[in-house]
């Protein structure tokens, strides 16, 4: 079986709540990382932070572990905006805070997330004008990132959260209908737990546009807790060559040090 490079969410804050282990500075997250077995890390971060990516270099070097992955939620759940927004400068606001995130993620040698910022579409609202519109920033974004060689992992995110790509066969159709090339998809397992039938059938849906892949349990709990098959999602993403992170993203429970350290253990186990 492939061997596997395993990343952990982290950011310099988290409510209890979030399913985010790792607090604190991002080289302080990068040393804690590499001591649980871990080879990278996801950042959550806003797109405002400024770095001192000198020393998150050294701490890289140090600890063997990189940064893997920056997550763009905070713009939309702290900055309140979105790219399907109706309103112009809201949605303006939102493709300057993306740019600034890639430009974030080109420094760090990362890519980046895109969740909850693609917005949502309103009751009543014309399904086909809000994906166009989400499709035209997209394309825009894309080549931006391909021109500071960033990618873009557009997560799938269960229905009770948000009406736009629930399902990886939705995600990956959107991607190639507007030829969304620098694009790919982000399955996350307590998602697909949710909306999808066949996790198999999910993940080969993807095949090479699977970018990225968030492991928690049913019950957003770390890998191993509950009743998710992770021999099975292993197996299938050797079959797809997938030769991306898989990255855990789950509740601190018990605590977040044990919740990633279990994580670890469990997934080098299987593997």
């Avoid at 166009?132 to 500071?148: D, H, P």
Wanted: hydrophobic share 35%; net charge neutral; glycine share 6%.
């Amino acid at each position: 079986m492939r061997s596997w490079k395993l990343a952990v969410s982290t950011a310099d804050r988290a409510p209890a709540s979030a399913p985010i282990l790792l607090h604190g500075t991002i080289s302080d997250n990068l040393v804690q990382a590499g001591k649980l077995g871990y080879q990278a890390i996801e950042v959550h971060t806003r797109e405002t932070e400024e770095f001192d990516y000198q020393a998150i270099k050294e701490a890289e070097k140090k600890s063997g572990v990189k940064v893997c992955m920056v997550i763009t939620g905070r713009l939309n759940t702290e900055g309140k905006c979105s790219l399907t927004d109706d309103r112009p400068y809201v949605t303006h606001a939102a493709m300057q805070g993306m740019k600034q995130y890639i430009d974030m993620a080109s420094k760090l040698g990362a890519d980046i997330v895109i969740g909850w910022v693609r917005g949502q579409i309103p009751e009543n609202g014309n399904r086909e004008s809000y994906l166009k519109r989400l499709a035209r920033n997209l394309k825009i974004l894309s080549e931006y990132g391909t021109s500071r060689h960033v990618k873009l992992n557009i997560e799938v995110i269960n229905r009770y959260e948000t009406n736009i790509f629930t399902t990886a066969q939705e995600t990956v159709d959107f991607l190639e209908t507007y030829k969304l090339d620098n694009c790919y998809v982000h399955l996350d397992t307590f998602h697909m737990g949710i909306d999808e039938r066949d996790f198999k059938k999910a993940i080969y849906a993807c095949k090479d546009r699977l970018g990225y892949v968030h492991i928690a349990d049913n019950s957003r709990c770390y890998p191993g807790s509950g009743y998710i098959d992770f021999k099975e999602i292993l197996d299938t993403l050797e079959e797809i060559g997938y030769k991306g992170y898989l990255s855990v993203e789950c509740l601190p429970y018990p605590d977040r040090i044990s919740a990633a350290k279990e994580a670890a253990d469990y997934l080098k186990r299987i593997i």
